[in-house]
């Protein structure tokens, strides 16, 4: 079993700056995926950043070029800085992990960015 806890998210204007992180406890060893999907109130969950053991990185399109994502291996944790924020970010950010191709999800956390 894999626990995901993440922290950060909360309330910025466009144009600014928040950084999301989550922590991974648990049977947190072997290659792995991990990363972030979003969720917006009528919408499907979408991918916005994950980051394999070893380092392949994928990005939706909507976000390259603003979000980077990055993880900390010895800290369990993975990171998403996002820059030039828009209101069309705005969703429940959910941290993702892979590991033994079972799926694991954290409960999510608020992003919400004002026009």
């Known amino acids: 079993q894999v626990q995901l806890v993440e922290s950060g998210g909360g309330l910025v204007q466009a144009g600014g700056s928040l950084s999301l992180s989550c922590a991974a406890s648990g049977s947190t060893f072997g290659r792995n995926v991990i990363g972030w999907y979003r969720e917006d109130p009528g919408k499907q969950r979408e991918l916005v950043a994950i980051i394999s053991s070893g380092g392949p990185i994928t990005y939706a399109d909507s976000v390259k070029g603003r979000f980077t994502i990055s993880r900390d291996d010895a800290k369990n944790t993975v990171y998403l800085q996002m820059n030039s924020l828009k209101p069309e970010d705005t969703a429940v950010y959910y941290c993702?992990?892979?590991?033994?191709?079972?799926?694991?999800w954290g409960k999510g956390t608020l992003v919400t960015v004002s026009s």
């Open positions: 993702y992990a892979l590991y033994f191709g079972m799926a694991y």
